[in-house]
């Protein structure tokens, strides 16, 4: 079975430039999730899906971000502009169900943004 | 809001030797996920556990949770360099009512190194 694909792997911007990144989940997954990891520290979580809808989006910076999953299936996350503080890696997990007693979050390899 | 709080923040440990990695919770914990994570990459699922008590093992690591489900515990038998790596517990949220959602809040990571 296909794990979490993420691209670009790397991604190197200038301050005020937008980059946008993609992700498509485990195939039948209804839940994606897009995590932000700042070096040093736990990931923490930007946006919620459930199949194309926002299930939490409170601590996306709404100004700056956005994030959309048509059909249901990949997703895109954009930032514009960026910002030095921008600089993480930008994960993206996915899993059958939210919110069920045993439902795991299987995350993919991730991007790794610099902002300079 | 739940905050996990993990120690050691780094581990350095002789090939050979076992180790204990600790996970405490601010909240009562309704499902608690161990990653593993290499440096810059994605996070790997290792276990999950729910009920009080629970203990579960695979391979040569052992996850605990304590009967009143605030802390947990990650134990390696006889470490070896590949066991090296970022170890995160993450704690599934639950809104007022008690319902558990999706989303996850992680811990800060214990660095894991393993000299051969």
């Known amino acids: 079975e296909a794990g979490v694909a993420q691209s670009p792997r790397y991604k190197i911007i200038e301050k005020r430039q937008s980059v946008a990144f993609w992700c498509n989940p485990i195939s039948g997954h209804a839940t994606l999730y897009w995590y932000q990891q700042i070096l040093g520290q736990g990931p923490k979580l930007l946006i919620q899906f459930q199949n194309n809808g926002v299930v939490d989006d409170s601590q996306l910076p709404k100004d700056r971000f956005s994030a959309e999953r048509l059909k249901g299936v990949d997703s895109t996350l954009k930032i514009q502009p960026a910002k030095l503080e921008d600089s993480a890696v930008y994960l993206c997990?996915?899993?059958?169900?939210?919110?069920?007693?045993?439902?795991?979050?299987?995350f993919g390899p991730g991007t790794r943004l610099t902002v300079l | 809001s739940q905050e996990l709080e993990q120690s050691p923040q780094s581990l350095i440990v002789q090939e050979g030797k076992n180790l204990t990695i600790n996970c405490t919770s601010s909240k009562t914990l309704y499902g608690l996920y161990w990653y593993k994570q290499k440096y810059g990459e994605g996070l790997i699922f290792l276990m999950m556990l729910q009920k009080g008590g629970e203990e579960k093992s695979h391979e040569k690591i052992t996850a605990k949770l304590d009967e009143k489900k605030q802390q947990s515990s990650l134990h390696i038998t006889a470490s070896q360099p590949s066991h090296a790596g970022i170890y995160l517990c993450?704690?599934?949220?639950?809104?007022?009512?008690?319902?558990?959602?999706?989303?996850?809040?992680f811990g800060q990571g214990t660095i894991l190194t393993v000299h051969p």
């Open positions: 997990a996915s899993s059958l169900v939210a919110g069920t007693s045993s439902t795991t979050q299987y």
């Open positions: 993450g704690a599934r949220g639950t809104n007022a009512g008690g319902t558990s959602y999706g989303k996850l809040t």
